[in-house]
């Protein structure tokens, strides 16, 4: 905000110095300007820049476990890509964090690692975009104020490829006894089995400081 203010006093400055006009008047365009480039950071910019980051964010993310998940099963098979699953396992996924100062995580209302457990605030989301589905609603990203500081984006994660179904289908269709064992030996609280095409499997995550959205605005 004080970057903003700077910035229009200084074109103020330039136009008045080119424009001479009594002091009262360069009072009131001085005021002018700096509302009009205050207004710009609206409420409705910062949560487009929430959105525009989140997409892209979630979108890196998901392309990258995605790609990497299907070669590393390609290459070793299903235990070879359990440990491609964590978010927390990618370097990239870190990069864009310190780069975009955002917390990026994939959380569920069925779990496999408790540590992707939801909030409260996740949780509701979670739900709405679960009664979204049941009633054949479109499931949409989602930004929301939800403190004086943070914007919390989200993004639903849907079973869209078959390939989900090896590690998160019903036991003994999908998933292969041998390979439930390891899973659940890494994960003995595993809830995130059973699923269809088609269903919710989570949602992306990502908490922005409203701070950095609003250097980004301009
Ligand atoms: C090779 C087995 C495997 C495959 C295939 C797989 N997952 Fe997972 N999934 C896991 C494991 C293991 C975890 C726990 C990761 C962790 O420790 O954070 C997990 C966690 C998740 C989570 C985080 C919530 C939770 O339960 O902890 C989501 C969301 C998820 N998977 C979605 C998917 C989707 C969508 C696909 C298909 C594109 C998929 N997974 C394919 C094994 C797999």
């Not at 998933?175 to 949602?203: C, F, Q, V, W």
Request: charged share 25%.
């Amino acid at each position: 905000m004080r970057k903003v203010l700077i910035q229009s006093s200084m074109v103020a400055f330039i136009l008045v110095s080119c424009n001479p006009r009594p002091v009262e008047n360069q009072q009131e365009i001085i005021k002018e300007i700096e509302s009009r480039e205050i207004r710009r950071v609206t409420k409705a910019s910062i949560m487009e820049e929430a959105l525009n980051q989140g997409d892209l964010i979630s979108e890196i993310a998901q392309q990258t476990l995605s790609k990497t998940l299907v070669s590393a099963i390609q290459k070793g098979g299903i235990l070879e890509a359990v440990e491609k699953c964590k978010v927390s396992a990618y370097p990239l996924i870190d990069s864009l964090s310190t780069a975009y100062q955002a917390d990026i995580r994939r959380v569920s209302l069925k779990l496999r690692n408790p540590n992707n457990a939801p909030d409260s605030v996740e949780r509701d989301v979670l739900e709405a975009y679960e009664y979204a589905r049941q009633n054949s609603l479109e499931l949409v990203p989602n930004v929301e104020e939800i403190s004086k500081d943070v914007i919390l984006y989200t993004k639903p994660i849907m079973v869209t490829n078959p390939v989900c179904l090896s590690c998160h289908g019903k036991l003994n269709q999908e998933i292969l006894i041998k390979n439930y064992e390891t899973i659940h030996s890494l994960y003995p609280a595993d809830s995130a089995i059973g699923y269809s095409m088609g269903d919710l499997r989570g949602m992306w995550s990502i908490h922005f400081l409203k701070k950095h959205l609003v250097n980004a605005v301009h």
